[in-house]
């Protein structure tokens, strides 16, 4: 039985507590050994007849000593904010990329069908044909065989070039440079570039102040959220109060930046943002709860480690609490307010809601610290529910008759960092699947869809993890039939709920929503 | 909140064209509204009295920018009434094709704008996509990519080139399939039923007595489509029927509005198709400019007095043409020229339609109304 938590190579914690206290035991015994005597004597005058002896004899290694656990905690603290910041900003790099090139696949869907040249290959076996026949007397044949010669070279039997060149993508690069990947520091390079402009009738201060508690917050949200084992910048017993504390600031910072801009949009936008705060904050609070309770521990460290199952359960909390996880999911989107929860940025009616008066680098810091958020909420669901830094099912795989010993060389060599980073990657694949096939739902909608669905069912979410962790759970690993049972019923739940088609209507025509005639016309039928 | 009065336009993503509608505002209820148009007023019908019969029609293509075709060929039928000209009924067959695969590109057009109206950007590029087969389409007809100048008076421009007909069926079939993932993107998402559902109610009684035509009026239950009850060209050969949506007792609302254009591009669809089969001589023979197939022999000059006038299913509604001859004072020009203009009578309707609703429903009622302000300014 392997146990990552504790034996994943990648110990930067312990990298970095072992280098500080050897660095300043290094400190320490540079230090001169001897007593240093400060002692000063003041000699007598007519007022003090004995003379004053001032300071004691000390020594600069005790006194080292003295301070050394909090110089060494501050070193050390300082170092792994670098190291969580550095992992954060540069993985983070993948997160525009996938939004980029993902929503363009799945906006081209099946890439070349724009113009005649794909005809020739065709689609849902339709196709063009073969013009160049019906020109007459055979001209078209040479025509026929440059068309034929011109497809079997370069047409879209080599489908993923050609798509990419009908579509004008440059995808036809070399993969290994990640065509595409360096457009986000482009995009930096130019909101950094830009000028800063103030409206006059903008409450400055706060207009300044704004972007900071945005950035700020969200900066601060990874200092609590562990890429790994040991990759972490502060661990707090509370861990996860401290953190969704913390998400929760930046619709603050929304909501002033919206008021103090001075524009009627972003002012909507600012009210929105507040408005939806309600809908969605106390649900998503809710469902942490349920998480926390099922694991025993408000600290995320643990809870990754109970899903782990070193010496207690070891099943991944989306299989015990699954509609936990479609409440975080939900309630996320809506934290990070991406499509269909957008409401405080919807471009159509708001031009930009509340950011439409910034502009240049803090307009880039704030959409970077949109993205962050996006990114912190999949990393978060990755850590609450998908077993944070273990490998998919890692025991079954490890546990195999022949292969078992090559999967478990892999897990131990793949720190759990690849996991973590490969599951929040793939979880914002999601986020832009729901992005590319949702619309916007109005601000009394998401208010009434998250009062009377998200919070009851919260609630309910909350229940099963008190009778699960109360009445079920016995501190030795699952059952297997809790697992597969909670799954299945959700599962044929979802199914069930997902058809909700009228089936009356689908019997009388073929879709349920048919444009009929209220009166069957004639033609010429109004001609008076 | 206090009420307060928002300017949307004229650059705001609302406006889809340049025209600016002021919202009064209490909170996100919309209290009041006012449409201010006439930015882009170019004097059409002014300048259509210095150009001759032909060159006019130049003009009125770039009427609708999403809908040249079909605005050309409103012109077109009122010169004819005017100048007294017998169409070779080849040349109907090919206007009306062309018109319905203009009329499917126009309501491309407004499906992909009406996508990111209430926050969805796929369907924008997709239906972006399958117009650019449409636009090939016109093209290929016209020779050029947005204006084609393709009817004359009298009859087509050009014959259909070599191959179009094979061309033109595969891709409108392609089309018919592509429809059902609009409806998939759409029908079956319930984000879009709450936000399109129940929203922008328009009466249809009200809708008559404002005077608003097309699919915002079938939308209303209200069967009346000038191909279908004052039949021009060769419609009444054609198998068809106009969609018409059975709306609610509130009248149509956004739904209703955006079922009635998917189902008419279904029917457009085909239309040209049948066109395609039932052209006299065959869709696949090809007849030189000219060919008193496809071009009948029309006066240049149109006698003093006479007056010429055709009502024409736009893709947006109603249009109509109004010309007046002008006698030998005026040469080969016009007298008059009177543009009627569907969008400038529905826009003050639409812009009535939304006090009640939410801001965020702003963008949604008003794409419904599918707002093309080419054709509004004139």
Known sequence: MIHMASGDWLNIVGWSESLTSWSMDNVHDILPSNDIDMQVTIPSTWAWPEPITMGPIFNLQQGFASIQPALESFMHATIMCTVVFTVMMLTMLAIPYIERK??????????????????????????????????????????????NLLNSYWGNSHELETVSRVNNRSYHGYWFLLPGFFQAFADFMKFATKEHIVPKNADKVVFETAPVIILATTIMVFAFVPFGPHIYAANPELSLLFMMAIFGVAPLGVFFAGWASNNKYTLIGGMRSAAQLTAYEIPLLITVLGVAVLSGSFN???????????????VWNIFLLPLGAALFLITMIAEVERIPFDMPEAEAELVEGWWTEYGGIRWGLMFAAEYMRSYAACILFALFFLGGWEAPFQHTLAGLPIVGGTFETVFTVVPGLVWVLIKAWL?????????????????????????????????????????LRLEVWTGEP????????????ALVLFVILAIDEDEEALEVQRRPYSTQAVVKASPGSHRD | MAEMWISMGPQHPMTHGLWTLKVKVDGETVVDTEPDLGYIHRGVEKICEARDFTQITTYCDRLCYASANTWSHSYIYAAEDLLEVEVPERAEYIRLMAIEIQRIASHLMWLGAYGPDIGNLSVMVWCLREREMMMDLLQELGGSRMHYNFPRVGGVKRDLPHGFAQRARAKLKLFLNRIQEYE???????????????????????????????????????????????????????????????????????YDRYRVRVEEMRVSASLALQALDKMPGGADTHHEPGDP????????????????????????????????????????QPYRVSIRSPIFITIPFAAKCMIGYKVADIPAIMGSFDPCIGETDR
């Not at chain 1, 995320?300 to 070891?314: A, K, L, P």
């Not at chain 1, 699947?433 to 919260?458: C, K, M, N």
């Not at chain 2, 021009?232 to 059975?246: C, G, I, N, T």
């Open chain 1, 478 to 489: 699952w059952d297997l039939w809790v697992p597969v049972a909670l799954t299945l019923a």
């Open chain 1, 300 to 314: 995320i460290i643990e809870i990754v480690d109970f899903q782990m199952g070193q010496n207690e359960g070891n």
């Open chain 1, 427 to 467: 979880l914002f694949a999601v986020f832009v699947w729901i992005r590319a096939s949702l619309h916007r739902v109005r601000t009394d909608q998401i208010l009434e869809f998250g009062w009377r669905y998200l919070l009851p069912l919260s609630v309910v979410n909350l229940v099963v993890a008190t009778i």
């Open chain 2, 184 to 254: 998939a993107l759409f029908d079956e998402s319930t984000v879009f039923l709450v936000r399109s559902q129940g929203v922008g109610y328009a009466k249809p009684e009200e809708m008559v007595n404002h005077g608003v035509t097309g699919p915002n009026l079938r939308a209303g239950g209200v069967n009346y489509d000038i191909r279908w009850a004052h039949p021009y060209s060769v419609y009444s050969e054609l198998d068809w029927e106009p969609p018409v949506e059975r709306s609610s007792i509130k009248g149509a609302d956004c």
């Open chain 2, 293 to 332: 197939m496809i071009l009948a022999k029309a006066p240049a000059r149109a006698p003093e007095g006479t007056t010429g006038a055709h009502h024409f299913e736009d893709s947006r509604g109603e249009s109509m043409f109004y010309i007046a001859g002008g006698g030998e004072s005026r040469g080969k």
């Open chain 1, 102 to 147: 993902f929503i363009g696949r799945l906006m081209d869907r099946l890439g070349a069908t724009t113009t005649m040249r794909s005809l020739w290959v065709g689609e849902s076996g339709v196709t063009a044909g073969e013009w160049w026949k019906q020109l007459p007397f055979g001209m078209g044949i040479p025509i026929g065989w440059v068309v």
